[in-house]
């Protein structure tokens, strides 16, 4: 495509909703440039081919964080889509919307049109939602949402009536007005497939004669006459191209990918940018800092009933679930293994939850090195209970190695560096272990396996919190949105501080993390920034 008046950089969440958004009207040309291949594959389109895709350099950067001392020093996976779709091709599909209050606090933080209200609305104009209340659930948008219903493992029924128990009410509809609570989850699955941002969003969008998307096209820098960005530069196939951009260049790289690019391209910390060789043309101390991220653990048990395992461990099962897939776009293959979750208060006085639970009526106690073994479950009946915390303290950056485009960036996520992040992580570690004892659940535990029951005072739960989190796969806020250039990397419109011609749009511009999975946030965010640019253009 020659003189697009918008390049995309990178077709994830955002990147596909920005497409769509942008090329719509049939005014604007559209180019979108992806570094990964084609989405078109079987594991990706399987719901529960997230197993396969986790370890997959076809699909997924396979990124190493530092090692962390908050993690015992452990070196965590950081999966992140390299893919058309992105990370919504290889996620577990969780649609999950977050507090309204978070987003009360992005307002607050002084950034108009990003509250609640503009950002439900958003959510309501994406969603195709079969729960819920009319007024507040999107019915007609491109995403289509499903909720489990015959998959759901009995087992699943048994850990709501143990909440119940507890004083946990059952909660129809996390997307509604309160998060509080537990209940079946929201998913971005549709007839059996995954429902990715490529699927729903980009793919309608490279119908029309003014969309172009180059994929295995890998962007190594942004072109500027003097402070403005007017174009990229990207390597396919062992060429270099270079490319202009009538009106603006929209980097939609996800929290790891985007201040990777900037800092490559100038914009960044200066002295970290001149120890590397890189001319600097915006000093930025925030590009690639403030990264915050959800830690998560889980206790797993025995059961003494059977589990999905039992579906999925012996050959014959796999065999079995694998037609059914094939043959019915139905049973465990075509859903995702955390069909059920919730939100808690470690303090009934907080005034929103700050804890995320996850249950899989599913364990993978064994470890098997190189795989996420959701295929290959361990032989006896097995489930976990998980937790993550809603809004850690503790901050990381990320910060290029070295000039070279092709080397991945420095990831310290720097987890559980805050003592409250700990506090929290050890009063639900306890919170699971009532929950686990309350009837019925506790008669269907034969043991439990990990931490196992000789992990029992405060210091040896912390150690083994320590040892056995890492990140849930949310990482935000690296190129964090604000109206102060000292504090931000973007303003309220999304444009990067001190450059033209430049945006960034996805979720490494959150202000600040939200409660739950982040999917639905970025998708949502890019359909109220692709207002803002359609606003600015004219």
């Known amino acids: 495509m020659q003189n697009p008046d918008f390049i995309i950089i990178g077709a994830g969440s955002s990147g596909c909703v920005m497409a769509e958004r942008l090329s719509a009207s049939g005014r604007h040309k559209v180019l979108v440039l992806e570094a990964g291949g084609d989405d078109r594959r079987f594991f990706v389109q399987m719901p529960l081919g997230y197993g396969k895709t986790f ?43 977050g507090n309204r209050a978070d987003f009360d606090d992005w307002l607050a933080a002084g950034n108009p049109g990003w509250g609640s209200e503009d950002m439900w609305q958003a959510f309501r104009s994406v969603e195709c939602a079969v729960i819920g209340d009319e007024l507040n659930r999107g019915r007609t948008g491109p995403l289509n949402l499903f909720v489990p219903g015959a998959t759901v493992h009995p087992l699943t029924r048994k850990w709501f009536e143990a909440g119940e128990a507890m004083g ?28 990715s941002a490529a699927r729903a969003f980009l793919r309608p969008a490279m119908k029309r004669p003014n969309v172009r998307v180059v994929t295995n096209a890998h962007v190594t820098s942004l072109t500027f006459d003097g402070s403005r960005v007017t174009g990229v530069t990207y390597r396919r196939g062992g060429k270099l191209v270079t490319i202009s951009a009538g009106r603006e260049v929209i980097l939609s790289g996800g929290a790891v990918n985007s201040p990777q690019l900037l800092q490559l391209s100038g914009i960044g910390p200066a002295e970290h940018l001149k120890s590397l060789g890189i001319e600097v043309r915006r000093d930025n101390p925030n590009v690639g800092r403030n990264l915050e991220d959800h830690v998560g653990t889980n206790y797993t048990f025995r059961a003494n ?203 490494s511009i959150f202000p600040n993390i939200i409660a739950g999975n982040t999917n639905a946030a970025a998708i949502a965010a890019a359909w109220r920034a692709s207002e803002l640019v359609l606003q600015d253009a004219g």
Not at 75 to 84: M, S
């Open 168 to 195: 946990l009410p059952l909660n129809p509809d996390f997307n509604g007005e309160s998060q509080d609570g537990i209940g079946l989850l929201e998913f971005t699955i549709h007839k059996g497939r995954r429902l």
């Open 305 to 507: 009933c059977a589990t999905i395992n039992q579906q999925l461990g012996p050959w014959w099962g796999k065999l079995h679930a694998g037609l059914r897939y094939v043959l019915m776009r139905d049973g465990p293959l075509s859903v995702s293994l955390n069909q059920a979750g919730g939100f808690i208060r470690t303090d009934p006085d907080r005034p929103r939850p700050n804890m995320q639970l996850y249950f899989q009526a599913f364990s993978t106690v064994i470890p098997r090195p190189g795989e996420r073994p959701i295929l290959s479950p361990d032989p006896w009946p097995g489930f976990s209970i998980g937790w993550s915390n809603c809004r850690p303290r503790s901050r990381g950056e990320i910060m290029v190695r070295s000039s070279d485009p092709f080397e991945a960036p420095r990831i310290s996520p720097n987890a559980l560096s805050h003592e409250d992040d700990v506090a929290e992580m050890l009063a639900t570690g306890k919170f699971i272990r009532r929950m686990a004892a309350a009837k019925p659940m506790a008669d269907c535990i034969e043991a439990e396996l990990l931490p196992g029951p000789d992990i029992v005072d405060d210091d040896a739960m912390i150690d083994d919190i320590r040892r056995r989190s890492g990140t849930v796969y949310h990482p935000v806020a690296t190129c964090r949105m604000g109206p102060d250039p000292e504090r931000a990397v973007v303003d309220p419109r999304l444009r990067v501080h001190g450059v033209d011609g430049l945006r960034v749009v996805d979720c």
């Open 55 to 97: 370890f997959d350099p076809k699909v997924n950067w396979m990124y190493r964080a530092e090692p962390d001392p908050g993690l015992a020093g452990n070196v965590d996976h950081w999966p992140r889509g390299r893919v058309l779709g992105g990370s919504s091709s290889i996620n577990a599909m969780v649609w999950m919307r």
